[in-house]
């Protein structure tokens, strides 16, 4: 079953017109939620976010955010979803074509779900990433389906045999593809603050707490690409790949080339956070 605006049907029957302003022109937002358990994982975050995304390029959720929430959450016992994903996209409707916001247009809010394995083996053994250059627009911070430039990177991460893109604005880096970036220095956790370059993960903020609650130093500020390859531990956050180490960037290993200590004890606290939230149910 798959969730298109209020209703819930099956994927075969919903049809999403040629002229969606989402297809056309990227003209939307979007959100990648977990499931652990049959239980939705950071689901107020995921929400708020999506709304603050919305908020930011002028575009009505086409219902109340309380209303999708629910609807996604049914959409998950619906489809018997143990352990995965929901993608939840709102695009700006269907119209004849033109750049500007066509005038009485109704957003269109999709959903569906989809199986997922926990990424045991990256976060465990740690992975290789490249680095690359940031040529995004200026408002990495809105969630939008604009996602060439971060595909683009995924792709080269790929051809080189590396699962992620680290990328750097000049000598700044600014976050992964599709992750946040952390360097550890001497037990002090270092990260892109939150403004316009970066997306503000809703694993970051839960990571940045753990690290805060666990007594470790924590400044968000901005490292560059000579401090990256030069430091102790390099780990990333996202919702599909939790904490994970980063070994190897570009040919040179980072610390010893093994998930460091400080990663680990992340990814424990992690553990304990997905544990009280399977909990909740
Ligand atoms: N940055 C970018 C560019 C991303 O696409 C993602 C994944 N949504 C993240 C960071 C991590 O965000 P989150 O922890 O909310 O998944």
Not at 33 to 46: A, K, N, P
Not at 208 to 218: I, P, Y
Request: charged share 25%; net charge negative; hydrophobic share 40%.
């Amino acid at each position: 079953m798959i969730l298109l605006n209020r209703g819930f049907m099956e994927r075969d029957d919903a049809i999403v017109d040629i002229e969606d302003r989402g297809y056309q022109f990227g003209d939307g937002v979007y959100e990648l939620i977990r499931v652990y358990d049959g239980v939705c994982f950071e689901m107020e975050g995921h929400v708020q976010r999506l709304k603050l995304s919305s908020l930011k390029i002028e575009l009505a959720l086409p219902y109340p955010l309380e209303d999708i929430a629910r609807n996604l959450k049914q959409l998950v016992e619906k489809n018997g979803l143990l352990n995965g994903y929901i993608y939840v996209q709102i695009t700006r409707g269907v119209a004849q074509r033109v750049h500007h916001f066509p005038g009485s247009v109704s957003s269109v809010l999709v959903a569906y779900v989809q199986h997922a394995e926990r990424p045991v083996e990256k976060t465990k053994h740690g992975i290789h990433a490249i680095l690359t250059e940031d040529i995004r627009w200026k408002r990495c911070d809105i969630k939008s389906l604009n996602l060439l430039p971060n595909v683009l990177a995924k792709q080269l991460a790929k051809k080189h045999g590396c699962d992620e893109a680290i990328m750097h604005r000049g000598s700044t880096v600014s976050e992964g593809s599709s992750t946040n970036v952390y360097i550890v220095e001497r037990n002090v956790i270092y990260t892109h603050p939150i403004n316009n370059l970066i997306l503000n993960g809703i694993t970051r903020i839960g990571v940045l707490q753990m690290a805060r609650e666990n007594g470790f130093r924590v400044v968000e500020e901005a490292f560059t690409v000579n401090e990256l390859l030069e430091t102790d531990e390099v780990f990333v956050t996202s919702t599909a790949l939790e904490i994970c180490p980063v070994i190897q960037i570009d040919h040179t290993l980072i610390g010893n080339g093994k998930p460091g200590l400080v990663t680990r004890t992340f990814q424990q606290a992690f553990e304990h956070r997905i544990a009280f939230n399977s909990g909740i149910n």
